[in-house]
């Protein structure tokens, strides 16, 4: 079973600084998806991470994915308050021969002004 | 397009009582799922059907739980009869699989109270 591990769980950081959130997963898999939860609100797809060395880059956030490693980051570059938001990562693998998406738990971010 | 449609937004309930959650997805995506979510076990995937057939329901957490899709524009989540501990937010999520694209597109969801 596919399991998919975010780190940290809740961060608290500045305006201004820099800060990455890191998404482990436990099998093989080449596709990888970040997502924004807003307080209350929906989720937003992010990125899409399709092969091994992948980068994206949207404002102040870049996502990356290593295959080898099982590992995606999430880069914050100069946070503002308006990125507090719940970061999901979620990963696809192949179930019964059919694709299954597990996500993460979530990254609580809370920017302070 | 509009996106994915769901309702009712917000459904308040007595224990025992059947509850139907109802979720129109992005025309022309051939996947719907139904998750979850909740403080304590945060988003779980309940079920997802590619061209409207079921595929995986193995996160329905029992058989009080039913899903259905009758055509493509169209699913239900059923809960009979329900019990507190259903209270959770439901999203409807629907996806372009066809295109290779997985990229899934969330709907407002459906925060379900039951007293």
């Known amino acids: 079973e596919l399991k998919v591990e975010q780190n940290p769980l809740f961060l608290s950081m500045q305006e201004g600084k820099n800060y990455t959130i890191y998404c482990n997963y436990s099998t093989t898999s080449d596709r990888l998806y970040w997502y924004r939860q807003d307080p209350g609100k929906s989720l937003e797809s992010l990125f899409v991470l399709l092969s091994n060395g992948a980068v994206k880059q949207e404002g102040r956030l870049m996502a990356s994915l290593d295959t080898k490693a099982r590992l995606s980051t999430l880069h914050i570059t100069a946070a503002v308050h308006d990125l507090s938001a719940t970061y999901f990562c979620a990963v696809d693998s192949n179930s019964g021969g059919y694709q299954k998406v597990t996500f993460g738990i979530g990254t609580k971010l809370q920017v302070i002004p | 397009d509009a996106g994915v449609i769901q309702s009712p937004r917000h459904e308040v309930t007595e224990m025992g009582q059947e509850v139907t959650l109802r979720c129109k997805p992005i025309?022309?995506?051939?996947?719907l799922f139904w998750y979850r979510q909740t403080m304590m076990r945060g988003l779980e995937l309940l079920i997802y059907f590619n061209n409207n057939v079921p595929i995986d329901d193995s996160g329905m957490p029992e058989d009080r739980f039913s899903a259905k899709m009758p055509n493509a524009s169209f699913s239900t989540l059923k809960i009979q009869p329900s019990e507190p501990r259903d209270s959770a937010v439901y999203f409807c999520a629907s996806s372009p699989r066809g295109t290779g694209w997985y990229e899934q597109y969330f709907g407002p969801g459906t925060r379900l109270t039951v007293t």
């Open positions: 025309s022309g995506h051939n996947s």
